[in-house]
């Protein structure tokens, strides 16, 4: 089966078993089918995965994968993008000048980053754990589900 668009988010639909949800209709009763992604894979424009029952998809679509996705609505059942957890570092700055300086020094190597109100998350790196520890700044590694892939901003000097 090819996808060439997104049928919307699993945050779209009604799962109450009413109608009047944004896509003119409800899952309700439907079996739920996950095609897991990588976090590095949401951002590929042609794609080739298997979801869990074992259906074969090819992905083509503009945008970026999201997690929650609808890829394919059948009678009985309904394919949704899973975007599985990535190793991360979360950087918690204690205060807006910090956020700064952090930020400034990271965007120097050019790592990709995603800001969410008072965190930094970037890729684990460990020239950058240094550098945290030697700031003695706040932060963690772990594993997480992103909103939005880690990506380079497009820029030109």
Known sequence: MIVNKIL???KDFDLSGKSGDNLGGNLSGKKI???QISNDDR????????SNSGTELGISVENELKNGDILAIFDDSVIIVEILPTDV???YPANLKEMGFLAHNIGNRHTPAIFEENLIIIEPDSV?????TSQKAK???????LK???????HSH
């Open 148 to 154: 939005t892939a880690l990506k380079h901003a497009e």
């Open 33 to 35: 089918d996950f095609a």
């Open 128 to 132: 950058i754990e240094e550098f945290l």
């Open 43 to 50: 951002l590929k424009k042609v794609l080739r995965v298997k």
């Open 139 to 145: 932060f963690i590694k772990t594993k997480r589900v």
């Open 89 to 91: 570092l979360e950087i």
């Open 8 to 10: 919307g988010n699993l």
